[in-house]
T-cell receptor, first 113, second 113 residues
Framework: ELKVEQNPLFLSMQEGKNYTIYCNYSTTSDRLYWYRQDPGKSLESLFV?????AVKQEGRLMASLDTKARLSTLHITAAVHDLSATYFC?????????????FGTGTRLQVFP | DSGVTQTPKHLITATGQRVTLRCSPRSGDLSVYWYQQSLDQGLQFLIQ???????AKGNILERFSAQQFPDLHSELNLSSLELGDSALYFCASSAYSREGEQFFGPGTRLTVL
């Protein structure tokens, strides 16, 4: 059964600093997604990563995928308060004809002045 | 706004009762997914429908059932409710594409007293 782990679970960082969130998954997959969730709100799609070596950037966030290592990273550059939220990675299992998402535990990011 | 709508936004009910959650996917999306988010279980896939047919089942209890109608809207029925069913229930939809990106609705917060 596919398992998805994120670390850290909680991240408190100062504005202007850089940090990386890690997402590991246990079985083969070629599709990985990053979502953002504000407290009590829905999930907002950030990135879709479809192949080994894929890298995508949007503003201060950059996501990458290494399918051989079964690892994705979400890098935050020069954090600002508006980035405070919970970030989830989600993976689609390789086998079968379903696109169900298996979510990681989430990383709660808090950016302070 | 993702284009996915869910009703109601909030639902408060008693143990043993039955409720129905409704979801309308984005225009043109044939796939509908249901997810449950709770503090102890995190985000879990429940069930997927594609163009009216059940495509995949996750950790969905026997007390729960779902269907997708010809107009593609979907309903999730929860019966014999227990305190532990209190959670945020999300519906998501996706188009048939390589990316398979899922767009989430605002969610229904269910409280069982």
């Amino acid at each position: 059964e596919l398992k998805v782990e994120q670390n850290p679970l909680f991240l408190s960082m100062q504005e202007g600093k850089n940090y990386t969130i890690y997402c590991n998954y246990s079985t083969t997959s070629d599709r990985l997604y990053w979502y953002r969730q504000d407290p009590g709100k829905s999930l907002e799609s950030l990135f879709v990563l479809l192949s080994n070596g894929a890298v995508k950037q949007e503003g201060r966030l950059m996501a990458s995928l290494d399918t051989k290592a079964r690892l994705s990273t979400l890098h935050i550059t020069a954090a600002v308060h508006d980035l405070s939220a919970t970030y989830f990675c989600a993976v689609v299992p390789w086998a079968g004809n379903t696109d169900k998402l298996i979510f990681g535990t989430g990383t709660r990011l808090q950016v302070f002045p | 706004d993702s284009g996915v709508t869910q009703t109601p936004k909030h639902l408060i009910t008693a143990t043993g009762q039955r409720v129905t959650l409704r979801c309308s996917p984005r225009s043109g999306d044939l796939s509908v997914y249901w997810y449950q988010q709770s503090l102890d279980q995190g985000l879990q896939f429940l069930i997927q429908y594609y163009n009216g047919e059940e495509r995949a089942k996750g950790n969905i209890l026997e007390r729960f059932s779902a269907q997708q109608f010809p107009d593609l809207h979907s309903e999730l029925n929860l019966s014999s409710l227990e305190l532990g069913d209190s959670a945020l229930y999300f519906c998501a939809s996706s188009a048939y594409s390589r990316e398979g990106e899922q767009f989430f609705g605002p969610g229904t917060r269910l409280t069982v007293l």
